[in-house]
């Protein structure tokens, strides 16, 4: 069975500060893994996604995020917060192949960004 | 592509109203979801389709919701007899199954009950 974890429900950071939103994960098969990003009253939208290509997976709006399988994590980040960054964050596992997949979900981290 | 589609956005309705979600999926894409959202219980699957065929209902709350697929571009998920309870985010999302492109939400509908 797969899961996902996201440490701490909330983090809060100041405009231009590092953002780092922690997710670990446990597949019993190599893993697809995402990032979901949510706005206020709007669906979750794909932030990127790790599928076994590279380790280091680059995003929209400057998020990246790295695999490490030695770790079981995924954690995302961005080297300067910005505003419109506030939002909530959820890390998202799957197993890789297979004609019938679903997407086990974190339960989400919200971002604060502080001016 | 308009993406995945859901009507309406917002529902408001009585206690022991019949409430009727829609979703059309992205054109291609062969594997359909419908999640609740609620600020006490997060994300929640409630079932998921492959192909037009029910795969996993095991997160659908109880007898009072149903959802169906006709076809690969239509979905409904139904409450009948709603209750307060029931008030949230519906979400439908669809997917290419097994191509690792992750799903593609709607908008969602918020559906209250009073």
């Known amino acids: 069975a797969q899961s996902v974890t996201q440490l701490g429900s909330h983090v809060s950071v100041s405009e231009g500060a590092l953002v780092l939103l922690r997710c670990n994960y446990s597949?019993?098969?190599?893993?697809?893994l995402f990032w979901y990003v949510q706005y206020p009253n709007q669906g979750l939208q794909l932030l990127l996604k790790y599928t076994s290509a590279a380790t280091l997976v680059k995003g929209i709006n400057g998020f990246e995020a790295e695999f490490k399988k030695s770790e079981t994590s995924f954690h995302l980040t961005k080297p300067s917060a910005h505003m419109s960054d506030a939002a909530e964050y959820f890390c998202?596992?799957?197993?890789?192949?297979?004609?019938?997949?679903?997407?086990?979900f974190g339960k989400g981290t919200l971002l604060t960004v502080n001016p | 592509d308009a993406g995945v589609i859901q009507s309406p956005r917002h529902e408001v309705t009585e206690m022991g109203q019949e409430v009727t979600l829609r979703c059309k999926p992205i054109s291609g894409h062969n594997s359909l979801f419908w999640y609740r959202q609620t600020m006490m219980r997060g994300l929640e699957l409630l079932i998921y389709f492959n192909n037009n065929v029910p795969i996993d209902d095991s997160g659908m709350p109880e007898d009072r919701f149903s959802a169906k697929m006709p076809n690969a571009s239509f979905s409904t998920l139904k409450i009948q007899p709603s209750e307060p309870r029931d008030s949230a985010v519906y979400f439908c999302a669809s997917s290419l199954a097994g191509t690792g492109h992750g799903y593609t939400f709607g908008s969602g509908t918020r559906l209250t009950v009073v």
């Open positions: 998202a596992v799957s197993d890789s192949g297979g004609s019938n997949y679903k997407l086990t």
């Open positions: 597949s019993s098969v190599p893993p697809y």
